[in-house]
């Protein structure tokens, strides 16, 4: 199996596109292109995990390619806005320690 880093992801999406596509949509349409992948993954969610039921006939039931259709075209829009994703979460998960790291385990909702 092969290990990547997100740099390596970010530089793997990028090359795809210089080799196989033609550009990089523009932001916006890589934005809308993300939120559709979204949906398709909430699709599939509300039907495996949630209360709805596939309709007759819908047989692709994994989240899989859907997860990996959104970091494709998140790492996209990293790509063409200049972001550097190992930067950007260790960032966040900073953020989230300095804000949350008592929050969550006095939440009696979580136990």
């Known amino acids: 199996m092969t290990?990547?880093?997100?740099?390596?992801?970010?530089?793997?999406?990028?090359?795809?596109?210089?080799?196989?596509?033609?550009?990089?949509?523009?932001?916006?349409?890589?934005?809308t292109l993300l939120m559709e992948e979204v949906g398709e993954l909430a699709r599939i969610?509300?039907?495996?995990?949630?209360?709805?039921?596939?309709?007759?006939?819908e047989t692709d039931h994994d989240p899989a390619p859907e997860m990996a259709d959104i970091l494709f075209v998140l790492i996209c829009l990293a790509n063409q806005t200049g972001i550097n994703l190992t930067q950007a979460l260790l960032q966040s998960i900073e953020k989230k320690t300095k804000r949350d790291s008592e929050r969550h385990q006095g939440n009696t909702k979580l136990l």
Do not use: C, P
Not at 45 to 57: D, I, N, P
């Open 3 to 31: 290990q990547l880093t997100l740099d390596d992801a970010q530089k793997l999406v990028d090359n795809w596109i210089k080799t196989k596509g033609v550009r990089y949509f523009n932001e916006l349409t890589n934005m």
């Open 45 to 57: 969610m509300a039907r495996r995990y949630g209360e709805q039921s596939f309709k007759e006939g």
